[in-house]
Nanobody, 115 residues
């Protein structure tokens, strides 16, 4: 059982920045993929960015050039640096990890971007 704990959400003005952290109970370099999803009110959860065990990174088009995912295997932590935030980025952000064909989720952290 993999446990994921997110932190770093909050309220920020449009154009501002936040950094989310996801601390894992297992070695992050063992995960097939780790990433971030988000869910806005009234919408389905959507993929934002993922980083594979081999280091490949995939971003949804709407965040390319603004968000950056990174991984610190020594700390078993994945980060999401979010710059140039927009009101449409407002959502609950969830950390995700896939290990042995099973998905694990954190509890989510709220990001609110005011205009």
């Amino acid at each position: 059982q993999v446990q994921l704990v997110e932190s770093g959400g909050g309220l920020v003005q449009a154009g501002g920045s936040l950094r989310l952290s996801c601390a894992a109970s297992e070695r992050t370099d063992n995960m097939y993929v780790m990433g971030w999803f988000r869910q806005a009110p009234g919408k389905e959860r959507e993929f934002v960015v993922g980083i594979s065990r081999g280091g490949g990174i995939y971003y949804v088009d709407s965040v390319k050039g603004r968000f950056t995912i990174s991984r610190d295997n020594a700390k078993n932590t994945v980060y999401l640096q979010m710059n140039s935030l927009k009101p449409e980025d407002t959502a609950v952000y969830y950390c995700n990890a896939r290990l042995f064909l099973r998905d694990y989720w954190g509890q989510g952290t709220q990001v609110t971007v005011s205009s």
